[in-house]
């Protein structure tokens, strides 16, 4: 029903931006909150930031408030994820999800998940 590719991922900095996109195809896209969660090895998945169908309120994970802003593009059927002043602790494998229920800031609320981007954040 819906399928998202996530792109945008790559080596940094520390102190260093990046942007990451997910791409979503789907009737639902517009009709759905977006979140995105990161996932670094050894750990558990972590929420990190979350939209609005409409994309008038956001919510952000305590790690990452303050560096990130998520916006979403409905026209493009298009979510994004910009990441400022990044850390070592960033380091993780990035996911995009379309929102089912539940709470916002737990995975098992999420429908579907896109394959991940790989953010590396040096030194």
């Known amino acids: 029903q819906v399928q998202l590719v996530e792109s945008g991922g790559g080596l940094v900095q520390a102190g260093g931006s990046l942007r990451l996109s997910c791409a979503a195809s789907?009737?639902?896209?517009?009709?759905?909150?977006m979140g995105w969660f990161r996932q670094a090895p050894g750990k558990e998945r972590e929420f990190v930031a979350a939209?609005?169908?409409?994309?008038?309120?956001?919510w952000y994970g305590g790690s990452v408030k303050g560096r990130v802003t998520i916006s979403r593009d409905n026209a493009k059927n298009t979510v994004y994820l910009q990441m400022n002043n990044l850390k070592s602790e960033d380091t993780a494998v990035y996911y995009c999800?379309?929102?089912?229920?539940?709470?916002?800031?737990?995975?098992?609320?999420?429908?579907?998940w896109g394959q991940g981007t790989q953010v590396t954040v040096s030194s």
């Open positions: 999800a379309v929102h089912n229920s539940g709470g916002l800031t737990y995975s098992a609320s999420y429908a579907y």
């Open positions: 789907g009737r639902t896209f517009s009709r759905n909150h």
């Open positions: 939209i609005d169908l409409n994309g008038g309120v956001t």
